[in-house]
Structures are given as structure tokens and as C-alpha cells.
């Protein structure tokens, strides 16, 4: 044996010449070892002029001399570095740290949280890993008050992540209480840690208390503030492909400046690409302007991949998943005109139906107008009579004959007219029109050349005032 079992110390061997040498260098040693101190265990670059039995613990991915070494005690002695190998049970004070350590045999772990640093992990009869740092397994944990209050305080970075407590039946989910995934108050439930049954919302700002699988307590639903949020009216005959920027497709529904592709299928909209707009007026809907309002935005069985949403000049994101999706947004003090609402993918293809855009942050059940209700809503904006119209009259020389349209509902201003003229004769230098006199009244008027029979067959009437 030439160094002793513990420490490592150089032994003297019989019949040894300068035993002085080694003598030294076994007490140096001792010096070094014995009340350890090393000034850090984060240094990667040896010091560049260190003292006599200046001491580091080299950590991973270190250069120079330290290379190679990661765990080792570093100690310079006589003006070169010498590394021992740490054998479980060396203690040692880190002074970058002030924090005393302990080899384990596998690592330098912290012996207790003594400073502002913390420890890493923490097991209390349980073994802590990165994801639970605190692990306590016992009957019961107490947590006291220090001579007044005591609050248990859970923070999560952003509204969309998660801060609850979860209750498990042999590690599988039974209950969970708190914000999850948002910033309302929630309580929900399950059989088997798999599927959920939200109980109970609270919501943040109100109060206003939910029992979303309690029937008989089940908020009513709120009004929707998007019109066609079903696609079901579509008076342009839209057949589903590609929308130029700013054209409309299913009523009140345009793309935005970079086109869009989207199609139906019975309920359900396929967003392929682009961005769909629908401008929303607040004075249609009692109020003044939707500035500093809480919304919420909507939609149902969201597929494909997530849902960006702009409401105004605030934006979010709606997860996909099963049914009633949603993100709640409140439009900034300067959204006090009219309110453009987008959606487009995050990524990808995305499925969705009934879109909702209600007051409050919490989404209510999907409640659809009558068809009657929804075609008077889009008819205020946009009217196809989806017939065409023959003005055959007698009439004298240099004469006008005016027949009068009366529109459905009254538009939200005079709306702008569109048309073709498929047949005609006996017309004046052309003097056949369809115009609007109100947003309540369009007309027809044509104009006889020479004392006689004259019409006109206007086709692909439409009186169009949309925002």
C-alpha cells in the first residue's frame, strides 16, 4: 500500500530516501483535504494564477488542465494541479455558494439549503427528480404560519399554462382544483385519470359561477356576435376553394389581404390555408364599441392543430381538442370602431365548427339562430333576390317605367348594386339599371326607345353593403 484508504495520503516507504518529501506532501495534503474548502464547482477554465492548495471541484465540459476531470478535487500543490478522484462521504464548503456539500458516490449534492441558492432537489423519505424537486412521502405535511399568516402560493409562467392541485388514486387523476390552462377558476373530475368532467368555473372577473355538467344549473347561453357562425347561409353559392384577398365566400365571411381556402362539409369548416375575416359592429349588438370588453371566442371540435384568433388588436391561440374550444381576449381601449375577427391555422389544416364570439371569458353552449334570423342578419349586409327580373311593359316613345324592389330587411347602409342584362329591346342608348334608392327600397327603371313594347332581363341581382 503506498497511499492510505481515505484520503489518499502518500505513505512512507521503509528505507526511503528524502523522506521528507513525502512527508510534505502527505501534510499539504492533509491541509488541503481536512476541513475541505474549494472556491467554486462551477469553474469550467482553471484559475489562471492560483495559490498554494487553492481548490476546485471540476465540473463537466471543463478545458484546459481540468479537461477530463469533471467531479474530481482540483488542488494545486507545489505550482502544479493534482486530482483526486472524491470517494463517497468527502464533504466540502463551495464558497461561490456558501453552501456546504456531499460526495454521495455518484455526485456533489447540496447537504442542506443554508443560503438564498436553494437546494436543487429535495427528498423527505422520497426520492426528488427534475420534474417533483420536492418529494415527500409521509402521512401528513404542515406547513405553519411563522407568528401570523401562512399562504401557499402556486405561480405558472402564463395564462395558458396550469397551477392546480391534482388529486390521484394510485397515481391516476381523480380531481383537480385551480387555473387550468387559463386564468378562471375550475374544478373538474375523473373516473379513470383520462377523461375529464369539468364540475365547477368561476369566472376571474365577475364571479359569475358555472356548473357546466349540472343541467339544471347550466349557464344559459349567451348571445352569438358573429353572424353565420354555422355557414349555413351562403347566398353566393359559394362552393367551397380558393377566396381572393377580400372576397367573400359563406355570408359575412371574407378572406384576409393573402386569400384564404376553405370548405364545408354539412357543419364543419376546413380552413386549408390563408386567414378568414368578419368585421362585427357593435352598434348592431347594443353598445357603443367592444374597447376594454372581456370576449370570448369560440369553436367546436377544433382539429388539425391550433386555432390563431385576432379579435381587434389583441390576439391568442385556441387549442385544438374536442368540444367547446376557446381563448378569452379583451380588445385594447383603442378598439372602439368596428371589430375585424380572424382566424387562421397555427399550422396545417384545421377543422372547427360553431363559431362563438359572446361577452365574458368563458365560452356558453353553442345555441344556433333560426334560419330566418341568421339570412335577416347576413341580408343587412349582403341581398341576392336569387331570381331574375323581367321589366316587359308598353310604353311611349322616350319613356321611363320604374318598378320598385322592396329590400327583405333594411340594409345597414345604400347598398351598392350588382347585375347583368341577359335579353332586352326597344331600349334607349341602353337605359336599363338596377339601383338602390335606401337601404330600405332598390328599383328597376328602363327606358322605351319608340312607342312600343320594351324590356330587359336583369340576372345576378345583388344590393351589397358589407363592411
Known amino acids: 500500500m503506498s ?15 528524502q523522506k521528507h518529501v513525502t512527508h510534505n506532501d502527505a501534510l499539504m495534503r492533509l491541509d488541503a483535504l481536512v476541513h475541505l474548502v474549494v472556491a467554486s464547482r462551477t469553474q469550467t477554465v482553471p484559475p489562471t494564477s492560483p495559490g498554494e492548495t487553492s481548490a476546485y471541484i471540476v465540473p463537466a465540459a471543463s478545458s484546459g488542465v481540468f479537461a477530463g476531470h469533471a467531479d474530481d478535487l482540483a488542488i494545486f500543490e507545489d505550482g502544479t494541479w493534482s486530482f483526486l478522484a472524491p470517494r463517497a462521504g468527502w464533504q466540502a464548503w463551495v464558497i461561490d455558494e456558501a453552501e456546504h456539500h456531499v460526495w454521495t458516490g455518484t455526485q456533489w449534492r447540496r447537504s442542506q439549503p443554508e443560503s438564498s441558492l436553494g437546494a436543487a432537489l429535495w427528498g ?8 417533483n424537486r420536492l418529494a415527500v412521502s409521509a402521512d401528513a405535511s404542515l406547513f405553519n404560519h411563522a407568528g401570523t399568516d401562512h399562504r401557499l402560493k402556486l405561480n405558472k409562467a402564463s395564462a395558458s399554462r396550469t397551477a392546480s392541485l391534482l388529486f390521484q388514486d394510485n397515481w391516476s387523476g381523480r380531481a383537480e382544483i385551480g387555473l387550468t390552462g387559463d386564468d378562471q377558476l375550475r374544478i373538474k373530475v375523473s373516473p379513470d385519470g383520462a377523461s375529464w368532467t369539468e364540475a365547477l368555473v368561476v369566472d376571474r372577473t365577475s364571479g359569475l359561477v358555472t356548473l ?15 353572424i353565420n357562425g354555422d355557414f349555413q347561409i351562403n347566398q353566393r353559392a359559394f362552393a367551397g376553394g380558393a377566396l381572393a384577398a377580400g372576397a367573400y365566400g359563406f355570408d359575412r365571411w371574407k378572406a384576409h389581404t393573402g386569400g384564404a381556402n376553405i370548405s364545408r362539409n354539412g357543419f364543419d369548416l376546413t380552413l386549408t ?18 374597447a376594454s370588453t372581456p370576449l370570448c371566442m ?19 391561440t385556441i387549442t385544438s381538442g374536442s368540444g367547446r374550444r376557446f381563448v378569452a381576449l379583451t380588445p385594447a381601449v383603442g ?4 371589430l375585424t375577427v380572424q382566424l387562421v391555422a397555427a399550422a396545417g389544416v384545421v377543422t372547427f365548427r360553431a363559431i362563438k364570439l359572446e361577452f365574458g371569458l368563458t365560452p356558453s353552449p353553442w345555441l344556433a339562430r333560426s334560419q330566418t334570423q341568421e339570412r335577416q342578419l347576413c341580408e343587412r349586409y349582403h341581398w341576392r333576390p336569387g331570381l331574375s327580373m323581367l ?4 310604353q311611349a316613345a322616350t319613356g321611363y317605367f320604374t318598378s320598385f324592389l322592396p329590400f327583405p330587411t333594411h ?14 329591346f326597344n331600349v334607349m342608348n341602353g337605359e336599363r339599371l338596377i339601383a338602390a334608392a335606401s337601404p330600405a327600397m332598390g328599383y328597376a327603371r328602363i327606358r322605351a326607345s319608340a312607342q312600343g313594347r320594351v324590356f330587359a332581363t336583369f340576372e345576378n341581382i345583388a344590393f351589397d353593403a358589407e363592411l
Not at 423527505?124 to 420534474?131: G, H, K, P, S, Y
Not at 344549473?217 to 356576435?225: C, F, I, V, Y
Not at 347598398?415 to 342584362?421: D, I, L, W
Open 273 to 290: 390555408s390563408g386567414a378568414i375575416r368578419q368585421i362585427v359592429e357593435p352598434a348592431l349588438w347594443g353598445v357603443s364599441s367592444f
Open 391 to 394: 321589366v316587359d311593359i308598353f
Open 298 to 316: 369560440s369553436v367546436e371540435n377544433l382539429s388539425g392543430g391550433n386555432l390563431d384568433v385576432m379579435v381587434g388588436s389583441v390576439s391568442g
Open 335 to 338: 378598439d372602439t370602431a368596428n
Open 212 to 226: 357546466p355538467a349540472s343541467a339544471w344549473a347550466q349557464e344559459a347561453p349567451r348571445q352569438n356576435l358573429l
Open 124 to 131: 423527505v423519505n422520497a426520492t426528488a427528480d427534475t420534474t
Open 3 to 17: 497511499d492510505t484508504p481515505r484520503l489518499g495520503l502518500p505513505l512512507l516507504a521503509a528505507g526511503q530516501a
Open 411 to 424: 340594409m345597414r347602409t345604400t347598398p351598392t348594386p350588382g347585375y347583368s342584362v341577359t335579353q332586352e
